[in-house]
């Protein structure tokens, strides 16, 4: 079987709901409609590090604010990070496979595209993890389209990432 050489970088917590904080997980593991929509389409899945389990207290957590988020560290782990990710994307890349996209979560204080969750309010905007990858990728002028998955509504998410495979 010759490689299909298309890639989709995804967020940790879409394959393995145990990094969310403690009780806010939408699946006992991961989101099996997003693991039929790769495999039948024949795209590999890359799973990114979790930012919030690695630098931010663990499994044991609780949701983190964005300002919160601000501090310390935090910021500068997941720009490390991000910069770890366009290496392996420039790798595969440069082998002529096609990224199809990354998909982050929404209202993640850290993985969100175009929502984030403060406490009890969500605004628009993006996680830190996800301001950082952007960024990253401006420096490296690398137009790779970032999706947002709304674990509220996996369907509409599994739609708009259905017509994104069928332009590619
Ligand atoms: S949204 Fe991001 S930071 Fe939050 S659990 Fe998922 S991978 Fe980790």
Do not use: W
């Not at 904080?21 to 590999?44: C, I, N, Q, W, Y």
């Not at 931010?56 to 310390?72: H, I, Q, S, V, Y």
């Not at 999706?147 to 509409?156: D, H, P, R």
């Amino acid at each position: 079987m010759k490689r299909g050489k298309k890639i989709v970088f995804i967020s940790h917590c879409l394959l393995n709901q145990n990094t969310l904080p403690t009780g806010r997980a939408s699946f006992a593991g991961s989101v099996k409609e997003l693991l039929e929509l790769f495999a039948e389409s024949g795209v590999g899945i890359v799973q990114l590090e979790c930012p919030q389990m690695e630098f931010n207290n663990g499994l044991d957590r609780r949701p983190a604010l964005k300002g919160g988020n601000e501090n310390d560290s935090f910021r500068k782990n997941c720009k490390k990070m991000s910069s770890q990710v366009l290496d392996k994307i420039e790798t595969y890349m440069k082998r002529d496979y096609k990224i199809l996209g990354i998909l982050g979560v929404e209202f993640s204080t850290t993985c969100g595209v175009h929502q984030v969750r403060n406490g009890r309010r969500s605004s628009p905007g993006k996680g830190v993890f996800m301001e950082e990858l952007e960024l990253e990728m401006q420096k490296k002028n690398f137009q790779i389209p970032i999706m947002g998955v709304n674990l509220n509504n996996v369907y509409s998410s599994v739609d708009k990432i259905q017509s994104l495979l069928k332009f590619t």
